[in-house]
């Protein structure tokens, strides 16, 4: 499984941005997907979660702001981010589990400063 995440960039406060995490050879067998995000001198954290099944889970800090969708048809993973603040600076990583492996793609840096 191979992992390709895209679509960070720099935003004011209040904005928003898509990140897209496209997988290869295709997202159909991903039982598991996520985000997580890692902030300069802070561990990573996972940020939100989908499984096949479309139930979806989000840590408490983005909850009401940040959602998580797959596209099979695409074998796209997206987080669509509203209502950013500053402590969302982190770069973005997509994960996949496959067989109970990890898989982690390359990430994005998303800034959100005024």
């Known amino acids: 499984v191979q992992l390709q995440a895209s679509g960070g960039g720099s935003v004011q406060p209040g904005g928003s941005l898509r990140v897209s995490c496209a997988a290869s050879p295709t997202i159909g067998g991903l039982n598991y997907m996520g985000w997580y995000r890692q902030a300069p001198g802070k561990q990573r954290e996972l940020v939100a979660s989908?499984?096949?099944?479309?139930?979806?889970m989000y840590a408490e800090s983005v909850k009401g702001r940040f959602t998580i969708s797959r596209d099979n048809a695409k074998n796209t993973l997206y987080l669509q981010m509203n209502s950013l603040k500053p402590e969302d600076t982190a770069v973005y990583y997509c994960n996949a589990i496959s067989n109970g492996y990890p898989y982690w793609g390359q990430g994005t840096q998303v800034t959100v400063s005024s």
């Open positions: 989908i499984i096949s099944s479309g139930r979806t």
